[in-house]
Structure formats: structure tokens, C-alpha cells
């Protein structure tokens, strides 16, 4: 599976952006997909988890309430909406994606892509 995200970019705190990761190579639809994100100088780490079926989701308690994840398998693409934009959530965002139901271990990933910026100023 290649995977390549988009939408990145430079938002003021309280705004929203969106992410799409699009996928190609085998059976999207047999994949679930996670967003991990890398801040500098820290850890990359879980935000956000989409199962094959779209019937289950896991979030980092860090962004519950504000970040939205959804997959459209007809277009090989995952979605991750992000609301109430924090200067903490600047950082680079990962999607990758999974043959397990699920997972927030970078570990338990088979693939990912190549990331994009998101930044939120104060």
C-alpha cells in the first residue's frame, strides 16, 4: 500500500483543517488506517484510529472531542478532521495503515506515508 496525505498548512488556534490520506496498491478496504504526528523534538505518536469497516474508532485523549477521522473505501481515502485547533497539535501528521482491527502502537503499522505539516499559531 502506498499512502500519500495532504492538507496540511498553517492555521490560527481555533481554526480547523482537514487531512486526507489517499491510498494505492492493495485492497484499501482491508486496511485500517490511523494518523500518528511528530512534534519537534518529541516521539511520534497515536492521535487518531479507523477500522477497515469505518465501525470502530480510538482516540488520543488529546484530541477527543475536536479531531474527526472517517474513510471513504470507494476512493481509497481516510479524512481527519481537526477542530479547535491548538498550538500543541503543530506537528507533522502521519497516516498509516494497519492489517489489524486496529492499533495505536507505531509498531503494530504496516505502512505509511510520507506526512504532512500542520502548524497552529497562537
Known amino acids: 500500500v502506498q499512502l500519500q496525505a495532504s492538507g496540511g498548512g498553517l492555521v490560527q488556534a481555533g481554526g480547523s483543517l482537514g487531512l486526507s490520506c489517499a491510498a494505492s496498491g492493495r485492497t484499501f478496504s482491508g486496511y485500517s488506517m490511523g494518523w500518528f504526528r511528530q512534534a519537534p523534538g518529541k516521539e511520534r505518536e497515536f492521535v487518531i484510529v479507523?477500522?477497515?469497516?469505518?465501525?470502530?474508532?480510538y482516540y488520543a485523549d488529546s484530541v477527543k472531542g475536536r479531531f474527526t477521522i472517517s474513510r471513504d473505501n470507494a476512493k481509497n481515502t481516510v479524512y481527519l478532521q481537526m477542530n479547535s485547533l491548538k498550538p500543541e497539535d503543530t506537528a507533522v501528521y502521519y497516516c498509516a495503515a494497519t492489517s489489524r482491527i486496529t492499533s495505536r502502537q507505531i509498531t503494530g503499522y504496516d505502512y505509511w506515508g510520507q506526512g504532512t505539516q500542520v502548524t497552529v499559531s497562537s
Open positions: 479507523i477500522s477497515w469497516s469505518g465501525g470502530i474508532t
